[in-house]
């Protein structure tokens, strides 16, 4: 199982005042479980991994079947909750390097509709030309502006390209059962499409259809990842106590941490393959907890390589943040350094070691000098990068920020602040409906 430890976070806070948020973590788990606590009709992730029927599985894995044996290139158009999630998971799990192979065992994925870059969506429609491609469209309220533009360009082309009886096979919708316009598309097109459960929110939908599809697509292990999640749900199930829960122990360090003025949590690995894990959990945090003036500020490096950036800051800027780092136990490949009889580079103390060794000195070397610098520290071990473990870590991220949301005294569902640029982009851009917004906005020009 995934592991917590807190040990490192005694500088800062003692242990006895994180077990004193027992009763209110527990309190806030029963309110999550009997759905009486704020945001109570977006609680469907809850019980989600334990709840995934095999037809379901198996219908998302058939449609993953289609597409990987009708395209070369899969694109996933989504953005925020409906893309981060497939992301951090295939990311997570690929080799770094076969998108840049000739010969694939899977369809490479490539992401769109999560900005409005022209020059990235010209590249993209450009680099599409003659390829075999396929389209995921993936957006609960299907009005999203960033993937529904994406989508207009990336529908049309591959109709053109790949005739419309193909596109109709390649082309599949991920959005509410009824409203919007991408269910309206879908319907009207004949599209398979699947359902975003109304009580799942973007950000804790990726273990339904929005994350497993692209991940089955990429050809991952979706039923191992559900199974790990699922175990995981058990390990933070209310029954458990909370010196044994480890969603609620994390929930609990990161509230006293922020009461006492650590306010910029900051996510760190060792791996590069976890960069969108990070993404993922950013957004979660940021969105759930970020409300009402309050909230942690969720942040994230890549280490060894943002030591050689970030580093400096972490060590000796402002003193309120605390690292929480994903260490991931064993890689899933052995590398040792080479003896090299000149030793020009200096390195023959490394010679025979894994290259794993040198990496884990320098995660606890990091660990011991930002601890001696006044940053707290937690630690989640992950044993491997499998989907089983991720499926694990996801599912813990999760249970967590529901506790930490609540303890925190705001409603972790939902996103009021997100609406604010959206009106104002549609006030400037004239969409039909804004005339009011569109005056008062020219006037503030
Ligand atoms: O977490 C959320 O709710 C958001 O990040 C959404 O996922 C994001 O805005 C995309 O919305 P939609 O799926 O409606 O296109």
Request: aromatic residues 8%; glycine residues 8%; proline residues 4%.
């Amino acid at each position: 199982m995934i592991s917590l430890n807190i040990e490192k976070t005694a500088g800062c806070i003692s242990k006895e005042k994180v077990f004193a948020y027992e009763a209110l973590a527990k309190d806030a788990q029963k309110a999550l479980e009997n759905g009486t606590g704020l945001g109570n009709d977006f609680l469907g992730w809850l019980h989600l991994p334990s709840s995934i029927s095999k037809e379901h599985l198996a219908d998302i894995k058939a449609t993953a079947q289609t597409l990987r044996e009708n395209c070369d290139i899969v694109i996933v158009a989504g953005i925020g909750g409906s893309y981060l999630g497939a992301r951090a998971v295939i990311e997570a799990l690929s080799n770094s390097f076969t998108w840049l192979q000739d010969k694939k065992t899977a369809p490479a994925i490539v992401y769109a509709g999560h900005n409005i870059g022209e020059d990235y969506l010209y590249e993209l429609t450009e680099f599409l030309k003659d390829k075999k491609f396929g389209l995921i469209n993936i957006s609960k309220s299907g009005t999203t502006t960033e993937t529904a533009l994406a989508f207009r360009l990336l529908k049309k082309q591959c109709e053109q390209q790949r005739g419309k009886e193909m596109a109709k096979k390649v082309i599949v919708a991920i959005t509410d059962a009824k409203k919007g316009a991408a269910r309206i598309t879908a319907d009207k097109e004949g599209y398979k499409s699947f359902i975003i459960p109304d009580n799942v929110g973007g950000r804790f939908s990726v273990l339904t259809p929005v994350g497993l599809l692209p991940i089955a697509v990429a050809g991952f292990d979706i039923e191992n990842l559900v199974t790990g999640a699922s175990d995981m749900e058990k390990t933070c199930g209310l029954d458990v106590p909370f010196a044994e829960n480890p969603a609620a122990i994390y929930a609990a360090t990161r509230n006293e941490l922020y009461k006492n003025g650590k306010k910029i949590e900051i996510l760190v690995n060792f791996n590069p393959k976890l960069h969108y894990v990070s993404e993922w959990w950013k957004q979660l945090y940021g969105e759930s907890e970020g409300k009402e003036n309050k909230g942690i500020f969720p942040a994230a490096v890549d280490f060894s390589t943002d030591l050689h950036s970030m580093g400096q800051w972490i060590q000796e800027g402002e003193r309120t943040i605390y690292e929480t780092v994903i260490s991931v136990e064993k890689p899933n490949h052995t590398m040792l350094v080479p003896s090299d009889e000149a030793n020009l580079d200096g390195l023959n103390f490394l010679a025979g070691k894994r290259v794993d060794e040198v990496n884990k000195m320098a995660e606890l070397g990091t660990q011991l000098a930002h601890v001696d610098g006044d940053v707290p520290n937690i630690r989640i071990v992950i044993p491997e990068l499998s989907e089983y473990y991720i499926g694990q870590l996801l599912y813990f991220f999760e249970i967590a920020c529901g506790i930490s949301g609540y303890i925190l005294g705001v409603n972790p569902f939902n996103q009021p602040g997100v609406e604010a640029y959206k009106k104002n982009m549609f006030a400037l851009l004239n969409k039909p409906g804004y005339e009011e917004e569109s005056k008062a906005i020219q006037s503030k020009l």
